[in-house]
C-alpha cells in the first residue's frame, strides 16, 4: 500500500514537472516563431545602412529634432534622429504629455512604400529626465552621447 | 536635527538586524530561551527604529526641508501637504526606506502575534528575517541614503513628478509594498522549516494567514494602480503588459499558487517539497520586481529615472538570499518525507490543477517578460514583447483553467464523488448560457470568440455561486440558516473565484465593445459616441493649488444624462515645468464615458477623444472581490 502510494506521487512529480516543461516550452516556441510578438529596436544610423522592410514592425527611437514638428488636423510630422541620421514620423492621435522636441522617444509602427514611419503608439514616459535605455545607447553608438547629465 | 536623528536610528536599525539574525539563529540552536528572547525584542526595536527613520524624513518632506538632497529634487513648498506627506515615497530613496519599513513591520508583527507557535520555530524565522532586513538596510545606506545633506540649501525644489501628484498613486506604493515584503515572511516560514532535521507540516498551518495577508495587499495594490494608470495616463487603458506591470503580476501569480497549495500541505503534509519551493520563489519573484522597476534594464512605459549601480545591488541581494536558501531546500529535500496518495477525483487534485495553470502562467509572463534581456546580453539586439505574445500563450492557460475552476470547492479531501457537483454545475451552465442569450439580444453583433469569453465569465460567476448553495441544499427547508452557518473558507472561495468571472466579464466590455472618436471640434462643435451625444463648449482656464490647468467642457444633449458636463483637463505644473492629463470620466456600473482633452491646433480647433468602455469598471471591482474574499478568509480558523 505504502509503495504504491509511493508510486502514484511519483507520478504525479513527474506529472506535474513534464506539465510544467511542455507548457513553458510552447511559450518559448510562441515567443520565437510568431514575428508579431517580437519587435525590435532599430536607431536612425541602423536603419540608414540597413533599411528595414515595408510593414514591418519596429521601434525606433532617438531625439524629437528641433522645430520638425508640423501638425495637420489630427496627423503630426516629426523628424527622429540620433544626430547622424534621421527618419520621418507620423502619428495620429494624442501625443503623450511629455513629448516635446528635443526629448527622447520611442516610436512603434512600420515603415510604409514612401519610406514614412507610421506610429501606431508613441510611448509615453512618466518622467521627463528619464531617457529610454534604447535611445541612450543610440546616441552613443552614434557618438552624439552628451554625458550623464540629463539621465540621473 | 530630527534629520540627522532618523540618519542614526537607521544606522542603528542596520546594526539590530545583526543582533535579531544571529542571536536568534544562535539561540535556536543552543536551544536558549533567552538568546531567542533577545531576538524577538531586537525585531521589535528594529522597527521601531525604522518607524523613527521614517517620520523624520516625512517631517522633513512635510517641513519642505530643502537642505535634505532627497526633498530637493523631489518636492516643492507650493505641493498640497497630502503629496508632500505621499512624495516621501514618490522617489527611489523614500520608496527603498519605505520597504525596510514594511519589512520591519511584519517582523514586529510576527514577534508580537506568533505566541502559538513553538519559540524555537518562532527564533528561526525571526533570525531569517533578520538577514533579510540587513541585505536591505545595506542597499539603503550604502546606495540610497535618503538622509544625504545638500548644502547650500536651494529655497526652492523640483518639484515631485506631477503624473504622480494623485491619490490613487499615493497610496499603491504603500499597498504594492504591502504585498511584496509580506512574502518576506513566507520566505523566512520556509526556510526555518528547512533549518529543521526534519520538516513537519506545522509551519503550513501558521503560515497560511501571512500569505493571505501579503496577497490581500498584493491584490489591492495592483489593482489600484492598474486603476490609475486607467484614468491618469489618458490612454483609457488598464493592463499594457508592461515590463514593470508584469513585475507585480508574476509574485501575485505564484503568491496564489501558493496560497492554494500550503492549505493541502496544512492539510496532511501534501506537496511539501513543492509548497516550500514555492514559498522561496514568489518572494524571488517580488525581489526580481523590485529589481526591474528600480533598475530600468528594460524600457518600460512606466520607467522612472534611474541607476544601474543600483540595480547591480539588487540583483546581489537576489542571487545571495534566493540562493541561500534554495542551497537549503536542496540539502532538506535529501530527507524522506512521508508520501499521502490520494484520490484522481479529490480536493487535492484539483490543487494540484490549480498550481499547474498558475505555475505555468508565471513562467510564460516570466519568460517575456526577461527575453528582451537575454537577447540583448546575447547580442542579438534590442526587442521588445508585447500584448500578442501574453494573449497567445495565457489564453490557453486561462481557458482550461477557467472551465475547471468551479468543480474546485465542491470536491472534498481524499475522494469525492461526480454526485456533488453535477447537478448544480448543469444549473450554473444552464444559467451561463442564458445569460450570454441576453447579451445576444442586447448585442445582435456579439460573434462567436467573444460570445465564448462570455459563457466563460458566466460560468466562472454561476459556478462560484453553485458551490455554497449546493451545499446548503437549496429551497429544502432551512437552507438560509444552512447557508450562513457555511464555513467561510467556502465564502472566501465563493467570493474569490466569482470575483475572476467579474474581473473577466469587465475585460471583455472594455476590450471587444469600446468604442473611440477623435475630433478636432471649434466650441459649439458637437460630437456623439454609442448612444450619446455631445456638445464640447469650449476650453476655460483655471488654477490649481500648484497648477494651472485648461479645461474643455462636454456636455451631455440627450438621454439621462442630458445637460452634466464632463471636464476633462490639461494641467500644467510650474515647478515641475510639465504638463499631465487629466481624463474627466462619467461614471456607472454599466460604462465609463472617458474624455481626454488634446493639444490646440493651429487653426485654434481643440482636440477631444471619448472613449466609451462597458463594463470597465467589473475589472476592478472583481479585484476587489478577490480581496474581500481573501479577508475572509483571514478570519477564518483553518484553511478549509
Not at chain 2, 50 to 55: A, G, P, Q, Y
Not at chain 2, 515 to 524: D, I
Amino acid at each position: 500500500m505504502v509503495h504504491k502510494a509511493k508510486r502514484a506521487q511519483k507520478l504525479r512529480a513527474f506529472l506535474i514537472f513534464g506539465g510544467l516543461v511542455a507548457l513553458t516550452l510552447i511559450a518559448f516556441i510562441t515567443l520565437t516563431t510568431l514575428e508579431d510578438n517580437l519587435v525590435f529596436f532599430r536607431s536612425p544610423s541602423d536603419l540608414a545602412t540597413k533599411p528595414a522592410p515595408v510593414g514591418q514592425k519596429l521601434r525606433v527611437g532617438g531625439l524629437v529634432l528641433e522645430d520638425s514638428m508640423m501638425r495637420q488636423d489630427l496627423t503630426v510630422n516629426f523628424i527622429v534622429t540620433d544626430l547622424n541620421n534621421k527618419i520621418n514620423v507620423r502619428y495620429t492621435g494624442i501625443l503623450p504629455d511629455l513629448f516635446r522636441e528635443g526629448q527622447g522617444v520611442v516610436a512603434e509602427g512600420a515603415f510604409d512604400p514612401s519610406g514614412v514611419f507610421v506610429a501606431e503608439t508613441v510611448l509615453a514616459k512618466h518622467d521627463e529626465t528619464y531617457m529610454p535605455p534604447e535611445v541612450a545607447e543610440a546616441l552613443k553608438n552614434a557618438g552624439q552621447w552628451q554625458g550623464d547629465q540629463d539621465a540621473r | 536635527m530630527l534629520v540627522e536623528l532618523g540618519h542614526f536610528a537607521l544606522i542603528l536599525a542596520f546594526l539590530i538586524t545583526l543582533v535579531q539574525g544571529s542571536l536568534s539563529l544562535v539561540g535556536a540552536r543552543r536551544q536558549s530561551d533567552y538568546l531567542i528572547g533577545v531576538g524577538l525584542k531586537a525585531a521589535q526595536i528594529q522597527c521601531l527604529l525604522l518607524t523613527l527613520s521614517f517620520m523624520a524624513l516625512v517631517y522633513a518632506f512635510l517641513r519642505s526641508d530643502f537642505s535634505v538632497l532627497l526633498v530637493a529634487t523631489n518636492s516643492h513648498i507650493n505641493k498640497p501637504l497630502i503629496y508632500k506627506f505621499a512624495g516621501t515615497w514618490g522617489n527611489h530613496e523614500g520608496s527603498m526606506l519605505l520597504w525596510a519599513l514594511m519589512l520591519a513591520l511584519y517582523g514586529a508583527a510576527f514577534a508580537l502575534f506568533s505566541k502559538q507557535i513553538p519559540l524555537g520555530f518562532r527564533a528561526r524565522v525571526i533570525g531569517v528575517h533578520g538577514f533579510m532586513s540587513l541585505t536591505f538596510l545595506a542597499f539603503i545606506l550604502f546606495t540610497s541614503n535618503p538622509f544625504e545633506r545638500l548644502l547650500p540649501a536651494p529655497f526652492e525644489g523640483n518639484g515631485l513628478n506631477p503624473i504622480l501628484q494623485d491619490p490613487a498613486l499615493a497610496a499603491h506604493p504603500p499597498l504594492l509594498y504591502a504585498g511584496y515584503v509580506g512574502f518576506s515572511i513566507t520566505f523566512a516560514f520556509a526556510l526555518a522549516a528547512m533549518l529543521y532535521s526534519k520538516i513537519e507540516r506545522d509551519w503550513a498551518v501558521w503560515v497560511r494567514r501571512w500569505v493571505l495577508v501579503s496577497w490581500i495587499f498584493l491584490t489591492l495594490g495592483i489593482g489600484l494602480g492598474s486603476f490609475w494608470a486607467y484614468y491618469e495616463l489618458g490612454w483609457g487603458g488598464f493592463w499594457f503588459w508592461d515590463p514593470v506591470e508584469n513585475a507585480s503580476l508574476m509574485p501575485w501569480l505564484a503568491g496564489t499558487a501558493l496560497l492554494h497549495s500550503v492549505m493541502a500541505t496544512a492539510r496532511n503534509g501534501q506537496f511539501m517539497r513543492w509548497t516550500l519551493l514555492l514559498a522561496i520563489l514568489t518572494y524571488a519573484l517580488s525581489l526580481v520586481g523590485t529589481f526591474l522597476v528600480r533598475s530600468g534594464v528594460l524600457t518600460s512605459v512606466h520607467a522612472f529615472a534611474n541607476d544601474p549601480e543600483r540595480g547591480i545591488f539588487i540583483l546581489l541581494i537576489i542571487v545571495v538570499s534566493v540562493g541561500a536558501a534554495l542551497a537549503i531546500y536542496a540539502r532538506a529535500m535529501r530527507q524522506e518525507l512521508p508520501s499521502v496518495g490520494t484520490n484522481l477525483i479529490s480536493r487535492e487534485s484539483a490543487l494540484m490543477l490549480n498550481n499547474v495553470f498558475l505555475a505555468t502562467a508565471t513562467s510564460t509572463v516570466f519568460i517575456g517578460t526577461l527575453y528582451p534581456l537575454f537577447v540583448d546580453a546575447l547580442g542579438y539586439g534590442k526587442i521588445s514583447v508585447g500584448s500578442p505574445y501574453f494573449a497567445a500563450v495565457l489564453t490557453p492557460i486561462c481557458v482550461p483553467f477557467f472551465m475547471l475552476l468551479p468543480f474546485g470547492p465542491f470536491l472534498s479531501w481524499q475522494k469525492s464523488l461526480a454526485t456533488q457537483f453535477i447537478k448544480p454545475l448543469l444549473v450554473a451552465i444552464t444559467l451561463a448560457a442564458l445569460s450570454v442569450a441576453v447579451f445576444w439580444q442586447i448585442r445582435p453583433s456579439l460573434g462567436v470568440p467573444v460570445a465564448f469569453a462570455l459563457l466563460g465569465a458566466f460560468w466562472l460567476i454561476f459556478g462560484a455561486c453553485a458551490a455554497p448553495l449546493a451545499r446548503a441544499r437549496l429551497f429544502e427547508t432551512g437552507w438560509i440558516s444552512r447557508l450562513i452557518r457555511l464555513p467561510r473558507p467556502l465564502y472566501a472561495a465563493t467570493l474569490a473565484h466569482a470575483g475572476i468571472g467579474v474581473m473577466v466579464l469587465g475585460i471583455i466590455g472594455a476590450t471587444a465593445w469600446r468604442e473611440e472618436v477623435v475630433v478636432a471640434a471649434n466650441a459649439g462643435d458637437r460630437l456623439s459616441i454609442g448612444t450619446y451625444d455631445f456638445v464640447f463648449d469650449g476650453v476655460q482656464t483655471h488654477e490649481g493649488p500648484n497648477y494651472l490647468a485648461e479645461r474643455g467642457s462636454l456636455r451631455f444633449l440627450s438621454g439621462a444624462r442630458a445637460g452634466d458636463v464632463l471636464y476633462p483637463e490639461k494641467r500644467v505644473y510650474q515647478a515641475e515645468r510639465s504638463q499631465t492629463t487629466e481624463a474627466a470620466i462619467d461614471i456607472s456600473l454599466m460604462r465609463h464615458v472617458y474624455a481626454a482633452l488634446g493639444e490646440t491646433l493651429e487653426d485654434g480647433r481643440r482636440v477631444v477623444r471619448v472613449w466609451l468602455h462597458p463594463l470597465v469598471v467589473l475589472i476592478w471591482m472583481g479585484g476587489l472581490m478577490m480581496s474581500l474574499g481573501g479577508l475572509i478568509g483571514l478570519t477564518a480558523r483553518r484553511a478549509a
